[in-house]
Nanobody
Framework: QVQLVESGGGLVQPGGSLRLSCAAS????????MGWYRQAPGKQRELVAG???????NYASSVKGRFTISRDNAKNSVYLQMNSLRPEDTAAYYC?????????WGQGTQVTVSS
């Protein structure tokens, strides 16, 4: 069983930055694929960024060059640095841990980009 707790969301002006954190329980955190997803009202949940245990990353085209995902296996944590935020980045952001067929989700943290 893995528990995920996100933090770092909030209200930010367009062009601003936020850093999301996800703290995970469990001793095999380093083996998991970790991802940040987001879901805006009326839209499907989408993968924003992912990172495998070896450190390779992938990003949605809409955030490439603006967002950076990283992980610290010693701290059982994954992060999402979000720069140059846009109103269309407004959504609930969720941390996900996946190992084979097993997937865990955090409770989500709200990010609102507005002036």
């Amino acid at each position: 069983q893995v528990q995920l707790v996100e933090s770092g969301g909030g209200l930010v002006q367009p062009g601003g930055s936020l850093r999301l954190s996800c703290a995970a329980s469990g001793s095999i955190f380093g083996s998991y694929f970790m991802g940040w997803y987001r879901q805006a009202p009326g839209k499907q949940r989408e993968l924003v960024a992912g990172i495998i245990s070896g450190g390779s990353t992938n990003y949605a085209s809409s955030v490439k060059g603006r967002f950076t995902i990283s992980r610290d296996n010693a701290k059982n944590s994954v992060y999402l640095q979000m720069n140059s935020l846009r109103p269309e980045d407004t959504a609930a952001y969720y941390c996900n841990a996946q190992l084979g067929p097993t997937s865990y989700w955090g409770q989500g943290t709200q990010v609102t980009v507005s002036s």
